[in-house]
Structure formats: C-alpha cells, structure tokens
C-alpha cells in the first residue's frame, strides 16, 4: 500500500535549522566527519563548497579544504585521497561535470567510494544555469550510484546514507547526489539536523582494510589490463551494483531505527498511487508541482497519482514495475534528453519502458520532456499531461511520439 511518509516530530537533540539543499548537504558532511573536500566551485552546486569552507574556517570541521584549477584535478585529487583511507566530498554542475569525465570514468573500476554532489545544471550551449539532469545522467552506465533528492530534509539524510552506502565492502562504489539547481540547492527550508553521536551510531569509521595504499601494503592500482583481465573487472563491478540494493535498504532500515525518521520504501515516492488510474513519473523538485496539481485533479475526481524516483541507480526495477503496472496509464516527465533514442523520448522514459518489457501487464506508457533549462514546470503542464494520458487509458493505446510540454510554438 502506498504511504506519504512524514518526518518524526523533532527529538530534543536534534537543531531545527532554516537551511538551503546545498547547505543541508554540507551538514551531513560535518556530521559525517568527512576527511578532505576539494573546490572548484560554479553554479548552481557552489554553495555547497561555500558551506563547508565556512564551517573549516570556523572550526566545526577539521578537513583538509584543497583548492584546485579545474574539476579534473579536483575529481582526481578526491580520488587519490580516498585510496588512502580519507572520507571525500566533490561535487561540480553541468558542464564542470563533463569536464572531469576522464576522472569520473575510472573512479568505480578503481572501486573508489566517493561521494559526491551535483547540482543539476543545463549543458552549454547556449549558456544556461537552469535546471536540467542530463549532467548527472552522463554516468548512468559507468557504475555511479545516482540519487535524486527533493527536499533540504532529503539533503541531510541522503548525505548520511550515502556515506554508509559507497563505503560498505560490498559495494565501495561511487555515489553521486543530483540536486535541482536553484530549486533545491538555493531555496531553504526548515530542516532537522541530527546530533552527532546519532551520526556516529550510524555511521561507521571508513576502512579501506587490505585495500589501502600504503607504502607498508604494496597493491597495484589502474594496472593494464587489456583483454586479460578487462571483462572479469566490469563483472565485478556489475556484481557490486546489483549488492549495492541490499546495502541501500539496510542503510535506510537503519537510518529509521537510529534517527526515526525516513522513507519505508528507499527507491522512490509514492503519492496517492493506490487507486490511481494515471500515474505520472518524474524525479526531483519537479514533484512540488505534480503533487499540487494531483491534489486539485483529485478535487475533480480524476484519480491521479505521482511515483518520484528516488535513485536512478541502482534502478529499482521489480519494485517499480509491480507499482506502475496497477495504472491504467502512465506519464514519465523527463527534465531531459536523449536525442535520437526510441521514440525520441528522454532517459528516464526509456527506462520505464524497458522496465516494464517482460511485465504481465503494460499499461500505456506517454513520454513528456519539461522544464528544460530552469523552466519551471506548470500546472498546466500537469493537466495537459494527465489529460493525454486519460485519453490513453480509454483507448488502451499511446501515443508514439514524444510530448513537449511548455514549449512555445
């Protein structure tokens, strides 16, 4: 049964503070105890680096802050700080992503559990700081976590998990936390900041064990590989994904008990699902607006309801598909692109869609792409798409093509 799951009333020991997204992260990295930050900051996931700075400068957090000339070497200098055994933080938006590629390529091969923040950024050109998740969506198929957060709530708490997350043994994989530009990294909000020693009995020490470099512990790190041991490596790495849906669910079962608070389903969101006959899909801020127009499309009797994802990768597959099966039509609304892909639909689209292949039931499936570059997504774009989807759900059959939705003609 689908829940709204809602924040314990705060404990006696945990602040109340009225924070932005980027700022919420920057508590959960003080709490996290994290070792070495690099910066090389540009909107919109610079207030992040800004955040921490000030908390180093003012002593509640002893890290090594190391600024460097570009996001390639400030990827490459986490990196190598985790090999030997440091707790790391990054983060970069749009195309200061694409420009540490080369770094963020090797990081899970080496099995290097960074975490990292991207503050959703459009891709030049033309110029443009506005929202898009395509920067993220670079390293979908690499071997990054990727996560979607909506709230400054969800910021500080996803912080948390995701240090518990990567470095677990059996996954030390990267994971990168996507925050929509302005519309969460920017915009505050009440939020609870948990006391340290519940951090602490959450959140274990990072150890490298036998895998630390060190001069006393002689390992081969990004040997030559080739065609002799290439295909064992990505396996490897394949096998620690698909561990990492364990570790997720025990990290947030956790979070639960320690801080009594969190989501009861890790994956995604579900809002007023349970009788819906059109599900719309999307992931993060972009649910505000879907949930209002939910609630007055409800008023008019038309049973609608939202599924937010809330990670991307692992994708929640079986999970997913057993909810969206339920509906009698479904909307994705993609604040991407894949150009030139099927039905030249966006990225999450497609994946519902091969998600749901081997499902008993397919119920029609629409693909909508919006608030492209900052754009705020609508109500009327809410409404139109849900009215498209009806109109499949009585037909049995959807439409083909890909919609635009707020586009001027």
Not at 37 to 47: A, C, K, M, N, S
Not at 268 to 275: P, Q
Not at 300 to 317: A, M
């Amino acid at each position: 049964m689908a829940t709204v799951t809602k924040a314990a009333p705060a404990a006696s020991d945990e602040k109340e503070l009225l924070i932005s997204g980027s700022e919420a992260v920057a508590e959960g990295l003080a709490l996290a105890d994290i070792d070495v930050v690099t910066g090389y900051p540009i909107r919109p996931y610079d207030t992040v680096i800004q955040a921490i700075a000030k908390k180093i400068a003012n002593g509640q957090l002893v890290a090594e802050y190391i600024v460097a000339e570009g996001e390639h070497s400030q990827f490459e200098i986490v990196k190598h700080a985790s090999t030997v055994g440091a707790r790391v933080f990054c983060g970069s938006s749009g195309v200061g992503w694409a420009y540490a590629m080369e770094c963020l390529v090797v990081t899970p091969p080496l099995r290097v559990p960074m975490v990292c923040l991207v503050g959703n950024r459009a891709l030049d050109d033309p110029g443009a700081f506005g929202v898009e998740h395509n920067d993220a969506l670079f390293v979908r198929d690499l071997g990054w976590m990727l996560c979607w957060i909506d709230t400054s709530q969800e910021a500080i708490d996803t912080t948390l998990i995701a240090y518990r997350v990567a470095e677990d043994r059996r996954v030390f994989l990267p994971l990168a936390i996507s925050a929509d530009g302005a519309f969460l990294t920017h915009s505050q909000a009440l939020t609870l900041v948990p006391p340290k020693e519940k951090v602490d009995k959450f959140l274990p020490r990072y150890d490298r064990g036998d895998l630390l470099l060190h001069p006393d512990n002689p390992i081969t790190v990004a040997p030559q590989a080739n065609e002799d041991w290439v295909i064992e490596i990505r396996r490897q790495n394949d096998e620690a994904m698909k561990r990492a849906v364990t570790v997720i669910e025990e990290a947030y079962a956790d979070f639960r008990k320690v801080f009594g608070r969190g989501p009861e389903n890790p994956w995604f969101e579900e809002y007023m699902t349970d009788d819906a006959d059109v599900i719309l899909v999307g992931m993060g801020t972009i649910s505000l607006p879907m949930k209002v127009g939910i609630r007055n499309l409800r008023a008019q009797g038309k049973k609608v309801g939202l599924v937010r994802l809330r990670w991307f990768r692992p994708f929640p597959t079986e999970k997913l598909v057993k909810v969206l099966s339920k509906a009698k039509a479904i909307g994705v609304v993609d604040r991407d692109y894949s150009f030139g892909s099927p039905f030249h639909s966006g990225v999450v689209a497609n994946e519902i869609r091969a998600a749901l292949y081997n499902a008993e039931k397919r119920p029609p499936l629409l693909a909508f792409i919006c608030g492209l570059g900052g754009r705020e997504v609508t109500l009327e774009d809410v409404y139109k798409a849900t009215d498209l989807c009806y109109n499949a759900a009585n037909s049995g059959k959807s439409e083909a093509k890909t919609l635009w939705l707020g586009v001027r003609e």
